[in-house]
């Protein structure tokens, strides 16, 4: 088998004339050949409109849709009936706040999301809070960019009713202490939505396990294409819910004044399908499951280490969140002293390497750090031990590129 690397055809190409170092992997992740294959493979062989015809090409097309469903199933430990596909985790997101969140809270409920939670997750929730009368309640981390035991008792009461919280900040790399906060919703009869797009790729996600009532990823950030995302969610509230959109293949009758809907999953499935999407969405899982967790983990883990311990030696660099290695999922967000991070972004860029420098889309976190935006190298399976020691040595040159001489 190829090292893991050259299984990823774009990272051949150079970037300004330099190896490319791609360290923007929780914006996006690059694709491998079996993933590029089973969607080129789905439009040259197998393109139709799944559940729509009886001839042989749209049975395969059905067959290769569904068996993604199998597929997404098994990959987070749950029915195929509990899993929808959706273009990403914000319209799975935003699919959970209309149909349950519109649905189900009334004034005097209460919300509660983190300060830290990406755009997605938290702009649905203020829409939900305004037109419900609902109140939207935060969680504050501490230092080290965890949300605490003592956080949660004061925050979670018997108003609370929905929790929606992020497995892995896109911003800070640090897991949420989801058992202990499901923990405290049944107490009190809330939901909890998991916004899984940080974590996806770099744990397993069992959402039996965690015992959540919803979970949303995008398939993107664990190297299968865009357009494609999944949403979770337990069988017993999905049936309880209304459609999110209407029209297409989500209807089990139409006439001319009323209509009924499918089953559950397909009531939340109007139109045509992103069927090569999710063909490639299913060779990502199996590609994810072939390398297996363990290997991923130690290898990610030994690259932060290397990350964390290279950026703490420079003085000029100040970390957000934990500098511990061990709690941090495949994320660094930093500062260089009197460099604006699109500077630093750019500099960087100038030597082959890709970071995201801007407010991440957590603004209401940028706000508690008390920065305007920051710097964000994220990693994947993909990068080396030479990629981090490159990123390290250009960052040194920083300062110095902006006058500062050291």
Same mark, same amino acid.
């Given at each position: 088998m190829k090292p893991i690397r050259d299984q990823f055809p774009i990272l051949a190409v150079p970037e300004n004339g330099k190896r490319l170092i791609y360290l923007d992997n929780a914006a996006t992740s690059f694709k491998p050949l079996s993933v590029l294959k089973a969607v080129d493979d789905y439009y040259r062989m197998d393109n139709a409109n799944p559940h729509r015809g009886v001839? +042989?090409? /749209?049975?395969? !097309? +059905?067959?290769i849709h569904e068996n993604a469903r199998q597929t997404a199933a098994r990959f987070v430990n749950a029915g195929p =009936?509990?899993?929808?596909? +959706?273009?990403?985790? +914000? =319209? &799975?997101l935003n699919l959970i706040a209309y149909s349950y969140g519109m649905e189900f809270l009334k004034a005097g409920d209460e919300i509660l999301i983190s300060v830290a939670e990406h755009h997605s997750n938290l702009v649905p929730w203020q829409r939900v809070a305004k037109l419900t009368g609902s109140k939207l309640v935060y969680l504050y981390p501490g230092p080290d960019g965890r949300i605490t035991e003592e956080e949660l008792d004061q925050k979670i009461n018997p108003r609370t009713r929905l929790i929606a919280i992020a497995h892995v900040s896109n911003v800070l790399g640090t897991e949420a202490p989801v058992k202990s906060i499901v923990r405290r919703a049944r107490l009190c009869g809330a939901a909890v939505v998991l916004d899984c797009?940080? !974590?996806v790729s770099h744990m397993p996600l069992d959402v039996k396990d965690l015992g959540v009532d919803f979970a949303a990823f995008s398939g993107h950030k664990m190297y299968a294409p865009m357009g494609i995302g999944v949403l979770y969610g337990k069988k017993e509230l999905l049936e309880k819910m209304p459609p999110f959109l209407s029209g297409g293949d989500m209807i089990a009758s139409v006439h001319e004044q009323t209509a009924s809907y499918a089953e559950v999953p397909r009531r939340f499935e109007a139109g045509t399908r992103n069927v090569g999407g999710e063909a490639g969405l299913a060779a990502a899982m199996e590609y994810i499951t072939s390398i297996g967790w363990e290997t991923i983990r130690n290898h990610e883990h030994a690259l932060m280490d290397q990350a964390l311990k /290279?950026?703490? &030696?420079?003085?000029?660099?100040t970390i957000y969140g934990s500098t511990d290695s061990r709690d941090r999922f495949g994320v660094i967000s930093f500062n260089v002293e009197g460099v604006h991070p699109h500077d630093t972004a750019t500099i960087l860029d100038s030597e082959g390497i890709a970071v995201r420098a801007g407010h991440h889309c957590a603004q209401p976190l940028m706000e508690y750090l008390g920065i305007g935006s920051c710097v964000r190298a994220s990693i994947a399976i993909y990068n080396t031990e030479e990629d981090i020691s490159v990123f390290l040595n250009s960052l040194k040159q920083v300062r110095r590129w902006m006058g500062y001489g050291a």
């Open positions: 001839y +042989t090409l /749209g049975v395969r !097309s +059905t067959d =009936e509990e899993i929808i596909f +959706t273009q990403n985790a +914000t =319209e &799975a797009a940080q !974590s /290279g950026l703490n &030696a420079l003085p000029y660099v």
